[in-house]
């Protein structure tokens, strides 16, 4: 599974930006897609999972503010990011879990300036 974020970004606070990740290969694979990022100096951290079925799991930081949703064909995982707040400045990477394995695909920046 191969997969290619885009959408980052630097936004205002308050602002709203809408992250892409585009997933190829072995897709009939993939049980669940999803979000984590990195903020400088932090350790990468869980942000949203979508799995299959259409059942969402969000990080306490970002509920009710980010929304993650999928193409059923489990080829596009996208994620909402509405009311960003300075705290949601990081590299965002996108995921996949397929056959036992997670996938990562290269980071997109996020940059929000208070």
């Known amino acids: 599974v191969q997969l290619q974020a885009s959408g980052g970004g630097l936004v205002q606070a308050g602002g709203s930006l809408r992250l892409s990740c585009a997933a190829s290969?072995?897709?009939?694979?993939?049980?669940?897609l999803g979000w984590h990022r990195q903020a400088p100096g932090k350790q990468r951290e869980f942000v949203a999972q979508i799995t299959r079925g259409g059942n969402t799991n969000y990080a306490s930081s970002v509920k009710s503010r980010f929304t993650i949703s999928k193409t059923n064909a489990m080829n596009t995982v996208y994620l909402q990011m509405n009311n960003l707040k300075p705290e949601d400045t990081a590299v965002y990477y996108c995921s996949a879990f397929a056959l036992g394995e997670n996938y990562w695909g290269h980071g997109t920046l996020v940059t929000v300036s208070s």
């Open positions: 290969g072995t897709i009939f694979s993939i049980n669940a």
